[in-house]
């Protein structure tokens, strides 16, 4: 069996383990400090809404030698001053897409742009978005992400109960606004595929919640009938029992997300992948993140003011207090027992009392005849 094998079947039995719940604190500070970072960049520089939710034009040219920064350059010169993104394609054409612009503008410009970059204006493709098209798209969107997020919640509550619905949604809109926070930080282009994106990870990072939650709910079936664990130790050793198997769900699930993210959009150019790989990047991240230190931990206090709960935890502790006591009292109990003193000649003796040899010598019955 290999190293990381073992150590998951000793998580499993319960045999090793590292203590997330009574650490929980610090996850909780942790996360506030990212949510914080994540909505004061969205705050401060927003999205970077892509032309399918702001409208405009977007211009594609053949491939051509003309730099990106250049093409950027003369597309806003020609639009007067709007606001342009500029890829270069595989085949070295470029994509530019100008917000902003309606049908009367973006034929001056595309004339403009053609004279500029020195090519032919029959060779420029345009294609126009309209504003309310982009409205309509983003209306689309908030509310396939509230269903999904009713949906979620009315699952959980009638599998599991409402503590857990309650924990994983605060798990997803945690994940939710990490990821949301990341694109206003890095600047990506946000797009239809980084909403698919996001459903996604929000698919994901309930999967790896209910995983952990089944096996909670598994380990506290008649938890108030015994008095070992506390329904903290409880949920800590599920999150331990699951903890390989979540490692290596996101192991495998990032590695072909960041080839997409690093390769594809990094080396090899094909920018329009960027928008929907750092989606799943982050937000699969977020969501492995979120299942083993917020929503298990935020079940664990929930569940602990119950008072059926408080009652177990007291017990529990009464009990671990009678055992240690016990244990005190039979280390002082086995001490050497004390040395006497012989009453008849001094003899020191340590346990029951012991004749010497020579006071048994001469009562034996004498032998030989009388005389």
Known sequence: MSKLGNIGARL???EVGYDFIGKRKIWYGISILITITAIVGLAVRGLNMGIEFSGGAVFTTPPTSVSAPKAQHEAESASGGH???V?????GALRIQISGLDTKQAVPVQEELAKDLNIPVKDVNTQLVGPSWGEEIANKAWLGLGIFMVLVVIYLAIAFEWRMAL?????LIHDLTITVGVYALVGFEVTPGTVIGLLTILGY???DTVV????????SKDLTKQTRFTYGEIANRSINSTLVRSINTTVVALLPVAGLLFVGGGFLGAGMLNDISLALFVGLAAGAYSSIFIATPLVADLKGREPQIKALAKRVKAKRAAAAAKD???EDTEEPAPA???AEDGTAVVGPRQQPASRNRGRGRPSGKRR
Do not use: C, H, N
Not at 87 to 91: N, P, R, V
Not at 167 to 171: D, G, M, R, S, V
């Open 328 to 330: 005190a009292g039979q």
């Open 12 to 14: 499993y039995r319960g």
């Open 83 to 85: 606001q342009a993104v």
């Open 205 to 207: 990072s309930l999967y």
């Open 87 to 91: 890829q270069k394609l595989g085949s």
């Open 167 to 171: 924990a994983a949604l605060i798990a």
């Open 340 to 342: 006497t003193a012989d």
């Open 212 to 219: 952990v939650f089944d096996s909670l709910k598994e380990a």
